[in-house]
């Protein structure tokens, strides 16, 4: 676990619609889970759709609740918790949330403009240009066999050597 360094280390996964990033990241938690039971892992998603969220469903209470206008809505039980805010939250101000709460990382999925240190998913060889518009990448995913100056290149599915990436990113 991290214990000489600040936590959490944010990592964002980036690429067009389609390109792997939900499942992607869902491998790495669990790979990274398993290299070490005791990280805790964070994900933060961006809905770019413009079109709302919906967590609770409706009729339960929660979703009852916003409808009547409240600002903030929490539910907990004996294994879990959820907090609904109703307005949006910047991407620094939730990654200090899951700092608060102990990450050890912080997985992004999208805000392709944000700063943090970035993953970037080409599903196409002419998905390559979105590298050009974005900062601080550290490194590509590509469905087809590219090279990229400068950056490490993992095949989709090589998950060991990206799994062995983001553990040694953390030093």
């Given at each position: 676990m991290l214990t000489s360094r600040k936590r959490p280390m944010v990592m964002q996964f980036v690429g067009y619609a389609n390109s792997g990033k939900t499942t992607l990241i869902g491998e790495l938690i669990s790979r990274l889970q398993h290299a070490d039971p005791?990280?805790?892992?964070?994900?933060?998603?961006?809905?770019?759709?413009?079109h709302g969220i919906a967590i609770d469903q409706?009729?339960?209470d929660t979703w009852k609740y916003r409808e009547k206008g409240a600002d903030f809505v929490a539910i907990t039980s004996f294994s879990q918790t959820a907090f609904i805010e109703q307005r949006p939250v910047s991407l620094g101000a939730l990654v200090?949330?899951?700092?608060?709460?102990?990450a050890d990382y912080v997985f992004v999925e999208g805000f392709k403009q944000e700063s943090y240190p970035k993953i970037v998913l080409l599903r196409d060889p002419r998905d390559r240009e979105l590298i050009?518009?974005?900062s601080n990448v550290r490194a590509i995913v590509s469905w087809t066999p590219i090279s990229v100056d400068g950056l490490p290149v993992f095949a989709i599915d090589d998950l060991d050597r990206l799994t062995a990436f983001l553990l040694d990113s953390q030093s």
């Open positions: 005791k990280l805790r892992i964070g994900v933060i998603k961006h809905e770019g759709g413009g409706p009729d339960k200090e949330r899951m700092r608060e709460s102990g050009g518009q974005l």
